[in-house]
């Protein structure tokens, strides 16, 4: 089906908020999906593969910091989506860039790596040079780079292949960012680099995505658009309970 990107961001934060998220983190969750999905990169798609993992979270889990110092931030996701850990990481990054010139945050054990990207934006957008990192386990072992210029909104995006597998690798959960005040931290391949580029989507190509879905809607697979207004449906039934049940509580406070 064809929508708006209004009303794919609505209908994405309604669905986080119904999942649990507070309405400034839904929001910003929301925003990440749509952002992606109309920059071609599938948003909705990969917050649909990991909407199980969202849904046996618990809310109240928060990212920890595991160790800091004036360059470096190590924080433990918890298992859990980057969508609630993302945040604290690039605030963090950001506030370490701007006092020293350059910054690396590592976040380790979370999930939905890919929906990092809008956050991402943001910092960019703020003025700063952004690059994002990490690894997906899996045959072909796969590393992805997206970088960010400073002032850029949109990105440059690559992804490799890994012709020899190191034989200690295990699954990789983690992803890092490097923010540079004054440095372009655009992803390259040197020649003798042992990889093999397997996608490269350069910033003009998202840029042409994005203005064209914004002009022509945005498309959405049926069934994740139904299984989406399913999880926001979840507000109005609590809303709906809440709202009996302060009414009665009112009856009863004035007999």
């Known amino acids: 089906m064809n929508v708006s990107y209004n009303e794919l961001q609505g209908l994405c934060r309604k669905a986080f908020s119904g999942i649990g998220f507070e309405d400034g983190d839904a929001a910003d969750a929301a925003d990440m999906v749509a952002w992606m999905q109309c920059h071609g990169l599938h948003g909705v ?49 950001f506030a370490k860039a701007r006092a020293r010139g350059l910054s690396v945050v590592k976040i380790r054990r979370c999930h939905n790596r890919q929906l990092i990207m809008g956050y991402l934006s943001r910092l960019a957008g703020r003025g700063m040079n952004i690059t994002a990192f990490w690894r997906n386990a899996q045959v072909p072992l796969t590393e ?79 069934a994740i658009w139904a299984r989406l207004k399913t999880l926001a449906h979840r507000i109005l039934v609590e809303s709906s309970d809440a709202s009996r049940g302060g009414a009665g509580a009112g009856d009863h406070d004035n007999d």
Not at 151 to 170: I, K, L, Q
Not at 172 to 189: F, K
């Open 45 to 93: 798609e990969q917050l649909n593969r990991g909407l199980d993992y969202l849904l046996e979270e618990d809310p109240e889990a928060r990212p920890r910091l595991i160790y800091q110092d004036g360059d470096l931030a190590v924080l433990d996701g918890q298992g859990h989506s980057v969508l609630r850990s993302i945040s604290l990481a690039t605030e963090l990054g």
């Open 144 to 222: 992805q780079v997206v970088g960010f210029r400073a002032g850029h909104a949109t990105p440059e995006v690559r992804v490799y292949s890994v012709r020899d597998v190191p034989e200690e690798n295990e699954p990789n959960d983690g992803i890092t960012l490097v923010m540079a005040n004054h440095v372009e931290l655009l992803p390259s391949l040197g020649a003798d680099q042992d990889l093999d580029l397997l996608a490269h989507h350069p910033e003009s190509e998202l840029l042409a995505c994005r203005q064209q879905a914004l002009k022509e809607g945005i498309e959405v697979d049926d």
